[in-house]
């Protein structure tokens, strides 16, 4: 199975930027489509981007517009560009294998993103 790790989130001002990175273990990569979630406490995780094998990409409403998802095959890497933060978009990110339903049954620890003043 591909192990994700994701790095990258921090305490941003609203309006600030962050650049979420999620690399995977493995030579299959580039053969999945990788997406991001997030998760807040008391809530269920849910999907916010993601990008097909191809390089197809879809967003969540709350996201679109503000986010970009992409990926570097070479470096096994998938990436969420984050700008216009708000505060509702604070919560713990994840990414996994599958563009549009997780793929992997485990999770990696996930990056916590704050947006506050």
């Known amino acids: 199975q591909v192990q994700l790790v994701e790095s990258g989130g921090g305490l941003v001002q609203p309006g600030g930027s962050l650049r979420l990175s999620c690399a995977a273990s493995?030579?299959?990569?580039?053969?999945?489509?990788m997406a991001w979630y997030r998760q807040v406490p008391g809530k269920q995780r849910e999907w916010v981007a993601g990008?097909?094998?191809?390089?197809?990409?879809n967003y969540a409403d709350s996201v679109k517009g503000r986010f970009t998802i992409s990926r570097d095959n070479a470096k096994n890497t998938v990436y969420l560009q984050m700008n216009s933060l708000k505060p509702e978009d604070t919560a713990v990110y994840y990414c996994?294998?599958?563009?549009?339903?997780?793929?992997?049954?485990?999770w990696g620890q996930g990056t916590q993103v704050t947006v506050s003043s």
């Open positions: 990008i097909t094998s191809g390089g197809t990409t």
């Open positions: 493995g030579s299959i990569f580039s053969f999945y489509g």
């Open positions: 996994n294998a599958g563009s549009s339903r997780p793929i992997f049954a485990s």
